[in-house]
């Protein structure tokens, strides 16, 4: 009998590309978990727990919360009974430490990385995302003023909670999220490039078109 393994996808690309936008849409499409490294910090940090009081500062200067906090984090995550026949991964890894880590994690699971799609946007769009973004307090639902606007202005359209800007999107903030992205987090570009996992993904055209686009990604390699 062949054995199974598990699919596991890695969304790749810097702050504001559409990452959480499009984890939601996929991970329920695919019926996989959608797991966000940013979110569960976040809930962490709204809960007062150890690892929010610990992710906290990093957050707040738009820093890498360091490796070893993280992939513990995402370990535990990935542990979990319903993470056994695959995951979307939104925002993890961040640093070739935590790509090498996810490898092991994934080799102890018996799963393997199906592909790592690239969703590519031009810098200055980028800022225009992330300063008129709008997250739903329960659930981390994304919108834009402009772009994605909700049905009712502060309100989400699919759980009814209220919508908040995030404290790390404020201009500043921004400016460095970039900068570490680009010092960090993009050598991962090449790095899953040459393990011919990469697939470049147009992130500035309209959310469907890069939804449709993601799914085709995926398809193709399954
Ligand atoms: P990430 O998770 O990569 O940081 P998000 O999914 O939160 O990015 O998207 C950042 C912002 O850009 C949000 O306000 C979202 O509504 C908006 N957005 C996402 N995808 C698109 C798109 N294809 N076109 C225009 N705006 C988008
Ligand atoms: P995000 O929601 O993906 O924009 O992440 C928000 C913040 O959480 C980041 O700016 C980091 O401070 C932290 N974070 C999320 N994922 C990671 C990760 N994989 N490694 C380190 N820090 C992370």
Not at 12 to 41: C, E, M, N
Not at 74 to 96: H, K, N, S, V, Y
Not at 201 to 215: F, R
């Amino acid at each position: 009998m062949d054995q199974v393994v598990a699919d596991y996808i890695v969304l790749l690309g810097p702050p504001g590309a559409g990452k959480g936008t499009q984890a939601q849409i996929v991970a329920r499409t695919l019926g996989l978990p959608h797991i966000s490294s940013g979110d569960i910090f976040r809930e962490n940090l709204q809960n007062q727990t150890p690892l929010g009081q610990q992710a906290k500062v990093f957050m707040e200067r738009g820093e890498l919360v360091p490796d070893e906090i993280t992939i513990a984090m995402i370990r535990e995550r990935l542990l979990r009974p319903d993470c056994a026949q695959g995951a979307l991964l939104d925002g993890f890894p961040r640093t070739p430490p935590q790509a090498k880590a996810l490898e092991q994690m994934l080799a102890e699971l018996g799963g393997r990385i199906l592909v790592v799609p690239f969703i590519s946007v031009a810098e200055q769009v980028l800022i225009e995302r992330l300063s008129g973004r709008w997250t739903c307090r329960a659930q981390g639902h994304v919108y834009h003023e402009k772009f994605n606007p909700p049905k009712q202005s502060g309100v989400c359209d699919v759980d009814g909670s209220e919508l908040y800007q995030r404290e790390d999107d404020k201009a500043e903030t921004v400016a460095n999220r970039i900068r570490v992205y680009f010092a960090q987090t993009a050598p991962l570009i090449d790095y899953y490039r040459q393990a011919g996992l990469l697939v470049e993904i147009d992130g500035a055209q309209p959310i469907e078109k890069v939804t449709a686009d993601l799914l085709e990604a995926i398809r193709a390699r399954q």
